[in-house]
């Protein structure tokens, strides 16, 4: 995705590095090339280069978020409402991401407001 002018002189270059692919990213890219087919675990692993140690937890995590759907052994891309919310959500995310840099938690820790000094 371009980005305009102005942001990539202004950047820092470690602004301006792509994020690193995740492990959820490579299995749900994978299943919705694939959603009219289910999978073993073993060979979503394979397809997608995750690690065995990893592909069970990342399944699982994905499964409680109702991306995918799991029966017996096999695993598939999860409900497409679901799936639709989540790509886009995470697409909006890493365009803002790209266009003006990842926000820093420990800042918005600094302005959060305490339920105590609320009351």
């Not at 937890?57 to 991306?67: F, I, W």
């Not at 959500?89 to 339920?115: C, I, K, M, Q, Y």
Request: aromatic share 6%; net charge negative; no cysteine.
């Amino acid at each position: 995705m371009p980005i305009d002018i102005e942001t990539f002189e202004s950047s820092a270059e470690d602004r301006l590095r792509k994020r690193e692919e995740t492990n959820a990213d490579r299995v749900l890219r994978f299943l919705a090339t694939h959603s009219d087919q289910a999978f073993t675990q073993s060979e979503i692993r394979d397809a997608t280069d995750v690690k065995a140690g990893s592909i069970s937890v990342v399944l699982s995590r994905l499964e409680d978020r109702g991306l995918v759907r799991h029966k017996g052994n096999y695993w598939a891309l999860g409900d497409a409402d679901e799936v639709a919310a989540y790509t886009g959500l995470a697409e909006s995310t890493r365009s803002a991401n790209d266009r003006f840099g990842e926000e820093d938690p420990n800042e918005w820790l600094e302005h959060a407001v305490d339920d105590e000094d609320s009351e």
